[in-house]
Structures are given as structure tokens and as C-alpha cells.
């Protein structure tokens, strides 16, 4: 397990952006799968977006393709999220999460249950 740091929600009106951060101790970043998860009050962890170690393969949740995109920075340890026109629906907390065990270079993950480390969370906020 590493320690996740995420930074950058708030509070943002309807069509607006924000960009998520997630920056991690561990010493081989390049060898996570990374992904980020919403919980919204009252409701399950659902998958938003993940990214194999390389960053070359992304997935992506059907209610937020198109306006979302993850991204990587093997060199700085970083995952971002960048959230576009967003909708009073996205309003959660952002969890970011790591695979590190993985040995594959094409694997991504969309099941919370397997990843193995997480992060404190950081809440978005979408006003209509």
C-alpha cells in the first residue's frame, strides 16, 4: 500500500471545471494502475476513471465520458483528473485510488475491490 494525497475539489457552478490531483509517496508510480472513485451522500463508491502504469490506456464511466479525463505524470508521482461541464449529479467526494501490485502494462481497473490503496478523499461541489 501507498499514501494518496488528493487535491483541488471545491465548490464550482454547473458547466464549470475543476481539475483533481493525487499525488503519491510511492517509489514506483510507474508500476501502479491508478483510478478515481465518487461516493456521493447516501450512495454506493462508483468507478469514475482509471489508467494503466503507462498512461496509455484509460477507461472511463459512461456518465462522465466526454467531460472527464484522467491523466498521468510518471515523473511526478501525479494522477489528475480533469472535469469538465460539470453537472450538479457530480457533486461527491473523489477518492483516488492505486493498484500497485499489478504486473500488467494494458491492465486498468473498475472494481473498487481491486485496489489496494486510497486516499482521504476531496469533495466536489456542483451548484445549479
Known amino acids: 500500500q501507498v499514501e494518496l494525497v488528493e487535491s483541488g475539489g471545491g465548490l464550482v457552478q454547473a458547466g464549470g471545471s475543476l481539475r483533481l490531483s493525487c499525488a503519491t509517496s510511492?517509489?514506483?508510480?510507474?508500476?501502479?494502475?491508478m483510478g478515481w472513485f465518487r461516493q456521493a451522500p447516501g450512495k454506493e463508491r462508483d468507478f469514475v476513471a482509471a489508467?494503466?502504469?503507462?498512461?496509455?490506456?484509460?477507461n472511463s464511466a459512461d456518465s462522465v465520458k466526454g467531460r472527464f479525463t484522467i491523466s498521468r505524470d510518471n515523473a511526478g508521482n501525479t494522477v489528475y483528473l480533469q472535469m469538465n461541464s460539470l453537472k450538479p449529479e457530480d457533486t461527491a467526494v473523489y477518492y483516488c485510488?492505486?493498484?500497485?501490485?499489478?504486473?500488467?502494462?494494458?491492465?486498468?481497473?473498475?472494481?473498487?475491490?481491486?485496489?489496494?490503496?486510497w486516499g482521504q478523499g476531496t469533495q466536489v461541489t456542483v451548484s445549479s
Open positions: 489508467i494503466s502504469r503507462s498512461g496509455s490506456i484509460t
Open positions: 485510488t492505486a493498484q500497485t501490485q499489478t504486473t500488467s502494462y494494458s491492465a486498468y481497473y473498475t472494481e473498487a475491490s481491486l485496489y489496494d490503496s
Open positions: 510511492g517509489r514506483t508510480f510507474n508500476n501502479y494502475v
